[in-house]
């Protein structure tokens, strides 16, 4: 059956999975690459720059797995961009360039309506202002039987944790503490919601944690 997942996503050991003051130049905040230092050098990420090279290994492995098996992902407005408010204009279509590395459906969770946009590579994100619920009904549908990743940001995880929506949840954590920014467990009883850890991986540069809400 068709999972609902999270998957590479970067925390820090005191609980961020963003620094803070995101804008234009800190697309993670600030200090939060240091979530994802180790996912820049794998051969995943630098294909998917376009470099020919990169670290194959344990977490390429599991950077990978990110995105076999996906057919839609959900993300929030934050991590699609800087751009806060009502839309000014349909000149922001993410950071990701014209071929972003989704290739499926991605609903993008806000409060302010915009019409979908096609990208290079069979990437639409459609905007849903009616909230988490109707945004996984949507990811669902469109999936065709694949699943649905939450991609992020964090407060977009938070609300899918809380609602116990999640069946899968993979963190890399990075030793590092950023002291700031956004918390993904804050107001959050995983043990309450049924979470408990199935696996740890030791990866070269993060320790892989695997979630599983129990059935
Ligand atoms: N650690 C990782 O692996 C990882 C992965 C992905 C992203 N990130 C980082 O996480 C940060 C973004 O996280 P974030 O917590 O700031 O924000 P986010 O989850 O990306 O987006 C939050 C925004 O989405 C909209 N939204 C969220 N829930 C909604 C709902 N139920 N109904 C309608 N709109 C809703 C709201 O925007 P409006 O009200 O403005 O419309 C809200 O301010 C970025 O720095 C990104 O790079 C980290």
């Known amino acids: 059956m ?21 804008d234009l130049l800190h ?6 690459p240091e979530l994802m230092e180790w996912f820049f050098p794998t051969r995943m990420w630098q294909k998917m720059q376009g470099n020919g090279d990169g670290e194959t290994g344990i977490d390429n492995e599991i950077a990978e797995q990110g995105f076999t098996g996906v057919g839609s992902w959900i993300i929030g407005r934050n991590m699609f961009g800087p ?23 991605v609903f993008v969770l806000t409060h302010h309506p915009r019409r979908p946009l096609q990208m290079a590579g069979g990437t639409e994100f459609h905007f849903v202002t009616e909230g988490i619920d109707a945004a996984l009904e949507q990811a669902i549908a469109a999936a065709g039987g694949g699943d649905v990743r ?9 609300q899918y ?11 890399a954590l990075r030793p590092v503490l950023l002291g700031s920014g956004e918390e993904l467990f804050r107001d ?28």
């Open 150 to 158: 939450i991609g992020g940001g964090v407060s977009t995880v938070r």
């Open 188 to 215: 959050l009883d995983l043990r309450a919601l049924g979470y408990e850890c199935e696996k740890t991986v030791a990866g070269e540069r993060a320790t892989h944690l695997f979630l599983r809400r129990r059935g």
């Open 2 to 22: 068709a999972k609902v997942r999270v998957q590479s996503f970067g925390i820090s050991i005191d609980g961020y999975g963003a620094g803070p003051n995101q």
């Open 83 to 105: 751009v806060r408010g009502s839309w000014p204009d349909d000149s922001w279509k993410g950071w990701w360039g014209d071929e972003p590395p989704y290739h499926t459906p």
């Open 161 to 171: 944790l809380g609602a116990a929506l999640i069946d899968e949840l993979h963190l």
């Open 27 to 32: 697309p993670l905040g600030v200090r939060g």
